[in-house]
């Protein structure tokens, strides 16, 4: 098994392949807007990112939100920074052999975030935000308004636990879809990928029982179209 150690303050990190991900050591097509020069160092912590909802979805638990990493490590911007870069490519790679065409190309997109962040609505794994050019008005945040039909946003996420064990994780996918696809969820139809390359859901379609809470959860902000959007403290400026 392909391993790679990176040294972090007070710990050793493994990284390791996962189901067909090899990490690779760099990554060429790292966008530009991720360099991280002159921002401050701090740890993520659960509450930087989106909060969870105050209501459940109907179903039962493990339907209810994302399988939670129970020992997911605390990073700075730089220390997430680095594990993506050597895992995104990869990533992408692996996810492409679903044959979905999201995850043959989101890594081309605009990506919104500095660096990664640890997500709770996401089971506190460590998260990137990319959206295709349809949906641009994304990097607005709050300001977005409706994105209109074909937008997709993606994000792809890698797991660091505190022994430090480094994984990949999924592919979630949203995209807006015609008028009347499915008012609860705002038209929104959601996908999830597996971190080695499997359709494990989509709404409306095979599986789609897996991805019901994610409808429940951007509910939440109905009110902005459905949208979560980047913590501040690793927020691309508009």
Wanted: hydrophobic share 40%.
């Amino acid at each position: 098994m392909l391993a790679r150690f990176f040294a972090l303050p007070g710990a050793l990190l493994l990284l390791t392949a996962a189901a067909g991900c090899a990490p690779t050591q760099n990554s060429s097509s790292t966008p530009a807007n991720t360099d991280l020069e002159g921002q401050q160092a701090q740890g993520f912590e659960d509450e930087l990112d989106e909060p969870l909802p105050s209501f459940s979805a109907q179903g039962a638990p493990e339907q209810q939100r994302h399988d939670r990493i129970r020992n997911s490590a605390a990073l700075t911007a730089q220390e997430a920074a680095a594990i993506y870069r050597a895992l995104a490519d990869d990533l992408a790679q692996t996810y492409a052999l679903s044959g979905d065409p999201v995850s043959a190309g989101y890594r081309d997109w605009q990506r919104f975030n500095t660096a990664p962040y640890k997500s709770m609505t996401h089971g506190r794994r460590y998260v990137s935000n990319y959206a295709n050019a349809i949906a641009r008005d994304y990097g607005k945040y709050e300001a977005a308004g409706r994105l209109p039909v074909g937008s997709v946003v993606a994000k792809d996420s890698f797991v660091v636990t505190e022994d430090g064990t480094v994984s990949a994780g999924p592919l979630f996918v949203m995209e807006k879809m015609e008028a009347g696809f499915n008012y609860v969820s705002g038209d929104w139809r959601y996908s999830m990928i597996s971190a080695d390359g499997v359709l494990l859901g989509r709404t409306k379609g095979a599986g789609a029982e897996r991805v019901e809470f994610c409808i429940a959860c951007h509910l939440a902000v109905e009110d902005q179209d459905h949208l979560f959007f980047v913590p501040q403290q690793v927020r691309l400026s508009p």
